[in-house]
């Protein structure tokens, strides 16, 4: 079994961050990611609040980071993390391919989020054949389409700025009324072509072999349905953390969020969480830098008392 001081489970900004960290402070690091190092910033076209970057988009900033911890020599794997077995000193972390088993003195969850779903009908029928929870990904397809957008918060109307700008028509549904930063929210209300339905309940996506709108009632008294034809819709309702491989440590919230003390460190002794996974009020690439950066801290100065 491969010996680590320090594995990382994600490789998205906190997990980065933390190799980084780690790495520096003289540790054996591993870094394990079942998907492309960058997470959930991949699929984000622009990011504009990164400190020292101006704008970037968020693949390019992936690319950089991950650059980096390369330069300083962090192994990294694709694995799907199953498990982790706490036996006091060490850690065992457990892999669905080829039944891989790690071992480490510590271990920082770093795996983030993966985007909700409303649970209407419809919405497994036309998963990936017209609903869709990346605009950068998918969005080129509905080039000189009609599109409509789910949700209000900054990934909303992030997303549907850009989209926008290469839709023929985008229609804006919410349950509350836009609630991200003013900024964007002016922005994309003075765009032409967008339309905003704030306090609306989905109510089902229609079609037969495609999708061909979605219907929503009004949350006011008067419960007026409306019906939108579209050719795609991208949903942006929130996020449910990435935590089921962790459910047997008891460092979850009732949430799923992992709960962590100013120093990352949870309830388990040699566990730490780090970024959006953590039970947080606010989810960015720099907090999920700056908890990378402080888990890896405390990570390794735990390791070091281990040693004597």
């Known amino acids: 079994m491969n010996s680590y ?66 330069l300083l020599g962090v192994e990294f794997d694709y694995k799907t993390v199953l498990e982790i077995e706490d036996r006091g000193e060490k850690k065992i972390v457990k892999c669905e391919e080829d039944g891989t088993e790690y071992e480490a003195s510590a271990v920082i969850l770093a795996t983030g989020t993966v985007p909700r779903k409303l649970g209407v009908p419809g919405e497994d029928q036309f998963t990936g054949a017209g609903i869709s929870w990346c605009a950068i990904c998918d969005g080129a397809q509905f080039r000189g389409k009609d599109v409509v957008v789910i949700g209000g918060g900054n990934s909303a109307v992030e997303e549907s700025i850009y989209l926008a700008g290469i839709v023929n028509k985008l229609t804006v549904v919410t349950l509350f ?19 905003v339905y704030p306090y609306q309940d989905i109510l089902e996506f229609t079609g037969d072999t495609s999708l061909s709108g979605v219907k929503f009632k009004s949350t006011k008294e008067d419960g007026t349905e409306r019906f939108v ?60 830098c700056s908890d990378g950066a402080i888990a890896a801290n405390t990570a390794a100065k735990y390791v070091e008392s281990l040693r004597g």
């Open 5 to 70: 001081d320090v594995i990382i489970i994600g490789a998205g900004p906190a997990g980065m961050t933390a190799a980084i960290y780690a790495v520096r402070a003289n540790m054996k690091v591993l870094m394990l990611d079942r998907l492309a190092p960058g997470g959930a910033i991949i699929n984000t076209n622009e990011i504009e609040n990164y400190t020292g970057q101006g704008v970037i988009s968020g693949a390019e900033l992936s690319i950089k980071m991950f650059e980096h911890t390369q």
């Open 177 to 195: 009324d836009l609630t991200a930063d003013p900024k964007a929210c002016d922005k994309l209300r003075a765009m032409e072509n967008v339309t």
């Open 229 to 288: 034809e579209c050719d795609g819709v991208f949903e942006y309702i929130g996020l449910k953390p990435s935590s089921e491989s962790f459910s047997e440590l008891g460092v979850l919230d009732k949430f799923g969020c992992i709960t962590v003390d100013g120093e990352m460190k949870t309830s388990v002794t040699g566990v730490f969480g780090a970024g959006d996974i953590t039970a947080k009020r606010l989810r960015q690439v720099i907090t999920a």
